[in-house]
């Protein structure tokens, strides 16, 4: 999931300088829901972790 982030992220660079400012917006946007979307389960795979040992 990370590297999808990545590779929306480098699009959105990319686009932003090529002046395609809706697909450069877009695709930050995409990146930016897949980032927490990643942090959400990563939060919830270290708790999930946390209580399965005890």
């Not at 697909?23 to 980032?35: D, M, P, Q, V, W």
Request: overall charge positive; hydrophobic content about 75%; aromatic content about 18%.
């Amino acid at each position: 999931m990370l590297y999808w982030t990545l590779m929306f992220f480098v699009i959105a660079l990319i686009a932003g300088v090529l002046g395609f400012g809706g697909i450069a917006a877009a695709t930050a946007e995409i990146a930016k829901i897949l980032f927490f979307l990643f942090l959400v389960l990563f939060a919830a795979s270290l708790i999930m972790g946390l209580f399965r040992r005890r």
